[in-house]
């Protein structure tokens, strides 16, 4: 039985802000994720001021305050272009200033895949009908801007195995072009634990066409995590979990070439590489050549 939940999703504001923070519109972190100015990259950029608001490409920026100082966490999306980009900052009074960073290029792998079920290549119908619904469902807890809530910036691996697919793959199923790797995959059993790799509440689970069994955890401040094609769902929508909880267990549900975790990273409403959130990578870093990748555990997503 399919079955979709979603929590509501609540914004929560505070004029005041953090007690303990000396910047009163940004969130107090203890660390900062590897700043990486590149299509579907991260950049960290000091803000110099005290804005209260943040935003790139139409979507709101986090706003952190680390070691004394005001900084912009700002996703990069796998189709910007390189060059100059701007942030807009906001001030208590309401002026308005523009931060610009530059983007470079990368190049990312190709990686070409074989699908024995076609329906999961090209999906009919009915199948697109339920895949639009299931998007629609997704997207609203991606949206998720919970200020309750203090984003963790280095974050634990949520399972043991090997990374058989990387962040950022220009993807081809069957020879099919297809959207370019949107998470990390890491390969391991049928069964192995999954678990949260930092504190949040639950915004959504459901068995959902592509990714299979699911489930999307908010921790803040538009940092967003998801979870893909596991064999159990150990939690309940809204449940709070903190760091190393088990949240389930990995499978091969939905459009898969073998067991693994596909785990995705969401900020300001874009996915970015999970990589540059890690502290110390204890994955074994595979190489997916373009005449072994369909060999390799791995998804779509």
Avoid at 37 to 61: F, H, K, N, S
Avoid at 131 to 142: D, G, H, L
Avoid at 272 to 301: H, K, W
Wanted: hydrophobic fraction near 35%; include cysteine.
């Amino acid at each position: 039985m399919q079955f979709h939940r979603i929590l509501a999703v609540t914004l929560v504001s505070s004029l005041m802000g953090p007690l303990f923070s000396s910047f009163a519109w940004a969130v107090p972190v203890s660390s900062l994720p590897t700043s990486s100015m590149v299509p579907g990259g991260v950049a960290v950029v000091a803000t110099g001021t005290d804005a209260i608001a943040a935003e790139y490409d139409d979507d709101r920026v986090m706003l952190a305050e680390y070691e004394g100082e005001q900084y912009a966490i700002v996703g990069i999306p796998l189709s910007a272009r390189p060059g100059s980009h701007q942030l807009t900052l906001t001030s208590s009074g309401g002026a308005t200033e523009t931060l610009s960073f530059t983007v470079t290029d990368k190049q990312y792998v190709e990686q070409r895949l074989t699908i024995t079920n076609e329906r999961q290549v090209n999906p009919n119908n009915d199948d697109m009908v339920r895949i639009n619904r299931e998007s629609a469902e997704m997207n609203a807890a991606f949206s998720s801007w919970d200020e309750s809530l203090e984003p963790v910036m280095q974050m634990r691996v949520p399972t043991e195995g090997p990374r058989s697919s990387s962040f950022g793959l220009r993807r081809f199923f069957n020879d099919q072009p297809r959207a370019p790797h949107s998470g990390m995959d890491i390969a391991a059993p049928e069964g192995t634990p999954i678990y949260a790799p930092a504190p949040g509440i639950i915004r959504a689970t459901g068995n959902y066409f592509f990714n299979g069994n699911t489930i999307i955890i908010d921790h803040g401040h538009g940092l967003i995590t998801l979870y893909c094609h596991m064999n159990t769902i150990d939690v309940e929508v809204g449940a709070r979990v903190e760091t190393g909880e088990q949240i389930g267990k990995v499978g091969q549900t939905g459009r898969v070439t073998g067991p693994h975790l596909h785990w995705s990273i969401n900020l300001n409403n874009v996915r970015v590489d999970p990589a540059l959130f890690i502290t110390e990578d204890t994955l074994t870093e595979e190489t997916v050549a373009e005449d072994t990748a369909a060999e390799q555990p791995t998804s779509d997503n």
